[in-house]
């Protein structure tokens, strides 16, 4: 049986068009980019050309765009800066972040570099903007506000225009993990309310091993890596030259067929929905996963019983990838914080099905008589 990979959330297979474009960047284009001979020179060319590219897509400057190495790192830089660089004593996060931005929360507090609170969440799983405002219009401090834009695990979006404009009014910094939603949805960074957001290209058919962050330009920050005046002196080291072109391609491909991309991979979510509702008894979806959602990603709550309890070791066995909650936790025992804190209902087991371009309905329905067997 051929291999049906329902992980896209976790990461996309490379487009040949990425790859064709980082070749020459992998041969003979292997200058270092802060030499001062021409093969040093074109391919930091190359380097300024994909920042232009990439910040023309999202609506920004390129001045505000700067490659790190992924979602990961782009979060920590902004979240540590907002704490040590522009005075934010207080982080009002949720229970539903990426680890990458809950770690490196938890370590400003148990340092006592800060103080945290987590925003209240409405039953299906959004934000209660309410709250946050409660949270703002109280903190006796400067607050860092920092929200995913869309959630890994139940596919949830957030207002963000709604959260930069309370934090625009309590004069907060806010800082959205958008590594799920860039390349996935058209972005307007000059008229978003935000002051940093993140991106990593193997989200979109990129390349792994590169991220965005970007950084609003009325916002002045010190590096998190030091040695170096690459990135304009915000991120030391050498650049990871054919990462950043491969970004570049993948964000302008993405771009260029969102419109015909986006609506195709909802039909195939919105038809494993119907089947799934069809086929098996006592199922449920997490979040809000026909309103307010990714079109990517289908989080699904089976009944829990001796077989459901194996469900994603025998559909890997059939050669079906798909996750429990997060690719981050896959093997572990601790489940996942994010249905935890949403659905914590310890009867049910949680599997999350991710789609791209490339998964078809013919897919689903083998899915779905696999797990017909399996339940």
């Known amino acids: 049986m051929q291999r ?85 004593k207080h982080i009002i ?33 959004h934000i209660d903007l309410e709250d946050l405002e409660q949270l703002l219009s109280t903190s006796e401090e400067k607050c860092l506000v920092t ?21 625009k009014l309590y004069g907060a910094i806010f800082h959205s993990d958008t590594v799920q939603t860039v390349g996935h949805f058209p972005f307007d960074l000059r008229n978003t309310p935000v002051h940093f957001i993140t991106g990593a290209s193997h989200k979109f058919h990129g390349p792994k091993g590169v991220g965005l962050l970007y950084i609003n330009e009325n916002v002045k920050i010190h590096p998190f890596i030091h040695g170096g005046a690459q990135e304009r002196n915000m991120r030391a080291g050498t650049e990871n030259l054919y990462g950043i072109v491969g970004f570049a391609k993948a964000l302008e491909l993405a771009t260029a067929d969102f419109e015909n991309d986006s609506a195709y991979i909802k039909s195939i979510k919105v038809y494993m929905m119907e089947q799934l509702k069809k086929s098996l008894k006592g199922i449920s979806f997490n979040g809000d996963p026909l309103g307010r959602s990714l079109y990517t990603v289908l989080s699904v709550s089976f ?28 093997g572990v025992e ?37 797990l017909k067997e399996l339940i």
Do not use: W
């Open 4 to 88: 049906i990979y329902f992980d896209n959330a976790a990461t996309t297979s490379l487009d040949p068009r990425v790859l064709e474009a980082m070749m020459p960047y992998l041969t003979e284009k292997f200058g270092n980019p802060s030499s001062i001979y021409s093969y040093g020179r074109e391919t930091k060319l190359a380097i300024e050309t994909a920042r232009k590219s990439v910040a023309k897509i999202l609506n920004a400057h390129p001045a505000e765009i700067f490659f790190t190495s992924g979602g990961t790192e782009s979060s920590n830089t902004a979240i540590a800066a907002a704490v040590h660089d522009l005075g934010c």
């Open 93 to 125: 996060t949720s229970p539903l972040e990426h680890h990458a931005t809950m770690h490196a929360v938890e370590h400003l507090f148990k340092k006592g570099e800060a103080s945290v609170s987590h925003v209240r969440l409405l039953p299906n799983g």
């Open 147 to 167: 929200l995913m834009h869309a959630n890994n695990e139940i596919g949830n979006l957030l207002d963000i225009h709604a959260v930069g404009n309370l934090c």
């Open 303 to 330: 009944p829990k019983t001796e077989k459901s309890e194996m469900i994603l070791f025998n559909l890997d066995i059939n050669n079906i990838c798909a996750s429990g909650g997060s690719a981050c936790t896959s």
């Open 334 to 370: 601790q489940g996942s914080h994010v249905i935890r804190a949403i659905n914590n209902n310890p009867n049910q087991v949680t599997v999350r099905f991710s789609f791209s371009k490339h998964n078809t309905k013919e897919e689903v329905d083998l899915v779905v008589e696999k």
